[in-house]
């Protein structure tokens, strides 16, 4: 089973939607993955999130997991609707609410196989997870797939 993690920016436009429905096919189809996992603090989260469910109805194989930075005790999140279930990072229980996202993201990325990202700005924290997760694509443990500006 393989897993793709998603990394964007929060202000995404939606004339990504096509770019992002084709990589997503390509992933399933051509990279064999199995498993998508996407936050939900950015509207890049959400189109990932579209996407995905779309695949799904296709795929029936496809899991879509969201990602809860935040324990479930302090912040509870139901499962939203057309997502498989939630998943809270081990670990991360004694992280300073600040850093949580910045770590359950690398926590992804250290445990994903693919990496779908839309970055276009370099002061940014989707930017800052991209260069750590070069780190792991030297490696050869993650492969990186770079969405364009539409």
Not at 7 to 14: F, K, L, Q, T, V
Not at 20 to 28: G, P, T
Request: charged share 20%.
């Amino acid at each position: 089973m393989s897993t793709c993690f998603f990394i964007g920016h929060r202000e995404a436009p939606n004339s990504l939607l096509p770019q992002l429905s084709a990589e997503i096919e390509r992933h399933i189809t051509e990279y064999g993955v199995t498993e998508f996992v996407v936050g939900k603090y950015g509207h890049f989260d959400t189109l990932a999130a579209k996407c995905v469910k779309a695949a799904k109805k296709r795929h029936p194989e496809v899991t879509l997991t969201l990602l809860l930075p935040y324990h479930p005790y302090d912040r509870p999140t139901p499962t939203p609707p057309g997502f498989d279930g939630t998943f809270y990072p081990p670990g991360m229980e004694t992280v300073p609410k600040r850093a949580a996202i910045v770590r359950a993201n690398r926590y992804m990325v250290a445990h994903s196989e693919y990496l779908i990202a839309y970055v276009q700005h370099s002061v940014s924290n989707a930017w800052d997870l991209v260069e750590y997760a070069r780190r792991y694509e030297k490696q050869g443990t993650i492969t990186i797939t770079a969405l364009l500006k539409p």
